[in-house]
Nanobody, 127 residues
């Protein structure tokens, strides 16, 4: 059974940094494409970043140059380093996975691209 558990959320001042983690279990991590999404109250779930089977990445325009997605395959863990945080970055952040080799889409991930989801970790940005 695939399990994704996010951690690392919290409250941070605007301009600050946070690193989110997603611990994956129940499948062969190397055969999956992983991504981060976020959802603010009253808004649709938004794809933030994805990392593909070949190790390449893609980002939403709103976070390019500020967020970095990475993974540690030995630890079966996905990360999202978030720098220069803005008020608009405040949301529940979700980790997601899809099975099988996936080539870079050249676009931000979409929710219907992914099958497995974590429960989320909250990020709050304050002044």
């Amino acid at each position: 059974q695939v399990q994704l558990v996010e951690s690392g959320g919290g409250s941070v001042q605007a301009g600050g940094s946070l690193r989110l983690s997603c611990a994956a279990s129940g499948y062969t991590y190397s055969n999956y494409c992983m991504a981060w999404f976020r959802q603010a109250p009253g808004k649709e779930r938004e794809g933030v970043a994805a990392i593909f089977s070949d190790g390449t990445t893609t980002y939403a325009d709103s976070v390019k140059g500020r967020f970095t997605i990475s993974e540690d395959k030995d630890k079966n863990t996905l990360y999202l380093q978030m720098d220069s945080l803005k008020f608009d970055d405040a949301a529940m952040y979700y980790c997601a996975a899809r099975e099988g080799y996936t080539s870079n889409w050249g676009r931000a991930p979409r929710a219907n691209d992914f099958v497995y989801w974590g429960q989320g970790t909250q990020v709050t940005v304050s002044s």
